[in-house]
C-alpha cells in the first residue's frame, strides 16, 4: 500500500503572507469554524525566582516548601532535603487544566530534567508529567542567565530541555531553567529560535528562546516565550546608575520581539503566549498587528477586559528581621495569549495570583530569620495564568445524510440516536433525514450552553402540507433553552430563546418573514451574550436580530433534539419535512463567517490523517518545517478532506506539489493531473498518488477544494516530507 501524506493542518490557511491578517478583519476567510478549538493558558510559574522569604527579591510562594530528610547524605555529610514547592506549583497547573478544561499549557520559569550530579529530587516538569494523565506531552527549552560559569552555559543539557541553559538554583530545585509546552496530544516536532541576548552581570537579565511545537491533529501550532526587558530599573542594581542607555534597551528588546514576529509568522495558525514583561503595547504592536489577543473585550456578562497578570508589593516598611510592618499591592499586565484566529472566550485567573498577607502581624515567622512564610492555598506564583479558547469547529456536527457516520462522524463527541420513523432520503441534496411530524434525532444532553455564547445551524425543507415545525431546540425543564423554527402561522423562519424556564411562551424571538415551503435552505441562530443578542441568518444573510439580555439568560440542561421543541412540559411542533447537516458550536459566528459557511467552500482538512508506514517518529499529519516526517515509498499518495457548503454538489481536491531540492514544480492546481482520483458527494476523503518522486528529495505540497464551478477555495497551508534514500 502507498503511504499516505496527511493533508494541511491548517484550515482555510491563505496564500498571502501571515503579516496580511489583522485583528480587525479577524479570520478574513471565515474559515475558523473548521479547525479545532485550542483551549490554552500561559503562565509564569516564578519557579526559579530568589528569595526564600516574602519581603525578599523575587519572592516566589512555593519556591521551595516544606523540607524533608531523604535519610541520604551529601558528600560532605550533610544530609539531603526533598522538597514540595515544585509539586505543590504542578499540582496548580493540574487544578488550572481540570477547571478551566484546557488542552494545552504554557510555562515560563520552570525547571526541566535533572542536573548532572543533582540528587535533591525531581524538576518542575518531571513532577507535572507525573501528575498529568495520560495522552499528555511535554516539549520544553532551556534559558541562561547572567553569571553562569563559561562552562556551564556550554554545556550539553539532559533529558526534557534540549536548548543548552543555565541549572536551576536552590536546594528545593534541579534541572534547566526553561520555557515548556505541555499538551493533550502527540507533540510531532519543536522548534527552538534563540534570542542571543548578551547575558552578564550588568544586564542581570536572561537570553530566551522561542519554544515551538506541532501536535497531530491540530491546525494550530503552539509557541511561547519569555522576553527580558532591560528598562533601567530592571537593569541597574540598587543606588547605581544603569549600564546601558534606554535606547540601547530598547533594541534588544525589539530584536527578541522580531525573533518572535519572524517564528510565528511561519505559521498560517498559531496560538503564542508568554510574559512579554512590559506592560506597553506599543512594544508587541507587531504580534497585535498579525493576530488577536485574547483579553482585549469581555467574552460573557461581568467579564472584564484586559486584567491584570502580574502582582507587586511596593513601599514596604520592614522590621528589624526583614518581615513586612505594611506594604502596597500594586498590578499590572504583562502576559500575554494571541491567536491567529478569533477567541470564544478569555480571561486572567486571578484566583491562582499570590495575593497572601506576608505581614508579620499576621505570620510572625515570616521575616529573614524564621522564613516560615505559609502561601494561601491558591497562591502558586506572583503571576496569574492567562486562559483562552480559540474558535473551533463545531461541538455537533450531524450530516443526516443516510451514510454510516450520519448522526456520529464529522466533529465533536455527541452521538445521535433517532426515535421513530425509518430510513433515509438518499436522493434528495445528497441525502437527508425524512421527517414525518412524529420522529426526532437527539442527543444524550445539552450540547451548547444556553447562558453563553452558540451558534446552531441546518439545512432545511419543510413539506407543503406542514405546520409548525422546529428544526432543533434544546430542552429546559419546561419549554426548551433555545429554539430554530418555521412558524406556519406567518410563514416565517424564527430563532427564539425563552426568557424563563417556566409554561407560557415569554420568549425573545428574530424573525425573517417569506419562509418557502418545499426548498432546501440554510437556517442560522446565534446567541451573542456579551452582546445580549439573538441572530437569524438565512442562507447565510441576517435577516433579524433581537435582545436577549443578562436578566433573560438562563442554562437549558436538557438533550439537544432535532425534529420538535418542548413547550409548557410537553414534546411540541415536530417537523415535517427534510433535515441535514445540523451543527452547533460553542461561540457566536460573525456575519462573514456564517455567510462563508453558506455559500463558500472550505478549505481542505487532513487533520485526522497519517502518514502511514512513515519512518522515523515525526510522521503525523502535515508539517510545516521542511524534513519532517519521511515516505516510505516515492509515489506517495496525498490525502485530504474536502466540504462543500451544498451537500448535493459533487467536490473533489486538486493538489501542488513540488520539489524543494532542485525549485522544480510536478504539479500544478488547475490541471488535470492536479485532480484528486476520487469525487465525493458534499463532503469526505479524496487522496491523489504523485508520479515517482526523487530519492532523499524535500518535497512541499499544498491542496485546495474544488467544484464544477470556479469557486475554489484558497490553499491550505504548505507541508513538507522527504522521500527514502535511494
Known amino acids: 500500500m502507498a503511504p499516505v501524506l496527511g493533508a494541511a493542518l491548517l484550515i482555510g490557511a491563505q496564500a498571502t503572507p501571515a503579516a496580511a491578517v489583522t485583528t480587525t478583519a479577524g479570520d478574513a476567510a471565515g474559515t475558523a469554524y473548521t479547525r479545532d478549538s485550542v483551549r490554552a493558558a500561559t503562565w509564569n510559574m516564578c519557579g526559579e525566582a530568589g528569595g526564600g522569604w516574602a519581603s525578599a527579591p523575587g519572592y516566589c510562594p512555593w519556591r521551595n516548601g516544606n523540607a524533608t530528610d531523604t535519610g541520604l547524605d551529601k558528600p560532605d555529610g550533610k544530609p539531603i532535603y526533598s522538597y514540595d514547592g515544585p509539586r505543590t506549583k504542578m499540582k496548580g497547573v493540574l487544578n488550572l487544566i481540570n477547571k478551566r478544561n484546557l488542552n494545552a499549557v504554557m510555562l515560563q520559569e520552570v525547571c526541566g530534567g535533572k542536573t548532572p550530579g543533582d540528587l535533591y529530587g525531581t524538576s518542575h516538569l518531571d513532577e507535572l508529567d507525573a501528575l498529568l494523565p495520560d495522552g499528555w506531552n511535554i516539549a520544553s527549552a532551556g534559558v541562561t542567565r547572567p553569571d553562569e560559569p563559561a562552562e556551564e552555559q556550554e554545556r550539553s543539557t539532559v533529558e526534557l530541555i534540549d536548548q543548552e541553559g543555565s541549572d536551576c538554583r536552590g536546594d528545593a530545585l534541579t534541572g534547566t531553567l526553561g520555557v515548556a509546552i505541555a499538551v493533550k496530544g502527540e507533540i510531532t516536532w519543536k522548534s527552538e529560535a534563540d534570542f542571543h541576548t548578551p547575558v552578564n552581570a550588568g544586564l542581570s537579565m536572561s537570553s530566551g528562546t522561542v519554544l515551538c511545537v506541532e501536535v497531530a491533529g491540530w491546525e494550530n501550532h503552539l509557541c511561547t516565550t519569555h522576553i527580558s526587558n532591560f528598562d533601567e530599573d530592571a537593569r541597574s542594581k540598587p543606588g547605581e546608575p544603569a549600564d546601558i542607555t534606554q535606547d540601547q534597551a530598547d533594541a534588544y528588546y525589539k530584536g527578541q520581539m522580531d525573533k518572535v514576529v519572524d ?114 492555598p491558591e497562591a502558586y506564583s506572583d503571576h496569574t495564568p492567562v486562559y483562552g ?75 407543503p402540507a406542514a405546520g409548525t415545525s422546529a428544526v432543533v431546540a434544546q430542552d429546559g425543564s419546561n419549554i426548551s433553552g433555545m429554539i430554530l423554527w418555521y412558524n406556519a402561522p406567518d410563514n416565517s423562519w424564527r430563532f427564539g430563546m425563552p426568557k424563563t424556564d417556566a409554561d407560557g411562551w415569554s420568549i425573545d424571538q428574530a424573525i425573517s418573514p417569506g419562509a418557502v415551503k418545499g426548498e432546501w435552505t440554510r437556517v442560522t441562530g446565534v446567541f451573542d451574550a456579551a452582546a445580549g443578542k439573538i441572530r437569524l441568518y438565512v442562507n447565510g444573510v441576517k435577516k433579524a436580530e433581537v435582545a436577549h439580555l443578562d436578566a433573560d439568560q438562563w442554562q437549558a440542561k436538557g438533550p439537544f433534539v432535532v425534529g420538535r421543541d ?43 490523517s497519517q502518514l502511514t508506514g512513515a519512518v522515523g517518529t515525526r510522521s503525523q499529519g502535515c508539517h510545516q518545517a521542511q524534513g519532517m516526517g519521511t515516505a516510505a515509498s516515492l509515489t506517495p ?45 458534499g463532503q469526505g476523503t479524496v487522496s491523489l498518488t504523485v508520479p515517482a518522486l526523487a530519492p532523499g528529495h524535500s518535497y512541499g505540497w499544498r491542496v485546495r477544494t474544488a467544484d464544477q464551478t470556479t469557486n475554489n477555495t484558497s490553499v491550505s497551508a504548505n507541508c513538507h516530507f522527504v522521500t527514502p534514500a535511494a
Open 263 to 376: 517564528v510565528v509568522k511561519k505559521f498560517p495558525s498559531v496560538v503564542v503566549g508568554g510574559d512579554f514583561n512590559t506592560t506597553r503595547a506599543d512594544r508587541i504592536q507587531p504580534l497585535y498587528s498579525l493576530m488577536a489577543e485574547c483579553d482585549q473585550r469581555s467574552y460573557f456578562s461581568g467579564d472584564t477586559a484586559n486584567e491584570v497578570t502580574k502582582l507587586n508589593r511596593t513601599s514596604a516598611q520592614l522590621d528589624a528581621n526583614a518581615g513586612y510592618l505594611s506594604y502596597e499591592e500594586t498590578s499590572s499586565k504583562i502576559d500575554y495569549l494571541f491567536a491567529t484566529g478569533d477567541f470564544t472566550g478569555c480571561d486572567s485567573a486571578i484566583e491562582y495570583g499570590d495575593r497572601t498577607s506576608y505581614l508579620v502581624a499576621d505570620q510572625p515567622g515570616c521575616q529573614n530569620i524564621a522564613k516560615t512564610c505559609v502561601p494561601g
Open 566 to 608: 418542548l413547550v409548557n412540559g410537553s414534546q411540541n411542533a415536530f417537523f415535517k419535512g427534510r433535515i441535514q447537516r445540523v451543527e452547533a458550536y460553542g461561540y457566536a459566528l460573525r456575519d462573514d463567517q456564517i455567510a462563508n459557511h453558506a455559500g463558500t467552500l472550505a478549505a481542505p482538512t487532513g487533520k485526522n
Open 389 to 463: 479558547y480559540t474558535q473551533g469547529g463545531p461541538v455537533l456536527s450531524w450530516k443526516l445524510d443516510g451514510s454510516a457516520d450520519a448522526t456520529v462522524g464529522g466533529a465533536g463527541a455527541y452521538g445521535g440516536v433517532r426515535t421513530g420513523g425509518t430510513g433515509w432520503d438518499l436522493a434528495d441534496h445528497g441525502g437527508a433525514l425524512p421527517l414525518d411530524g412524529d420522529d426526532t434525532v437527539t442527543a444524550a444532553g445539552p450540547v451548547v450552553n444556553t447562558a453563553q455564547s452558540f451558534t446552531v445551524s441546518a439545512w432545511a425543507k419543510v413539506d
Open 637 to 681: 499518495t496525498l490525502t485530504a478532506t474536502v466540504r462543500h457548503p451544498d451537500p448535493s454538489k459533487d467536490v473533489w481536491a486538486e493538489f501542488s506539489l513540488w520539489d524543494n531540492t532542485t525549485s522544480t514544480q510536478i504539479l500544478t492546481l488547475g490541471t488535470p493531473g492536479s485532480r484528486s482520483a476520487t469525487t465525493v458527494k
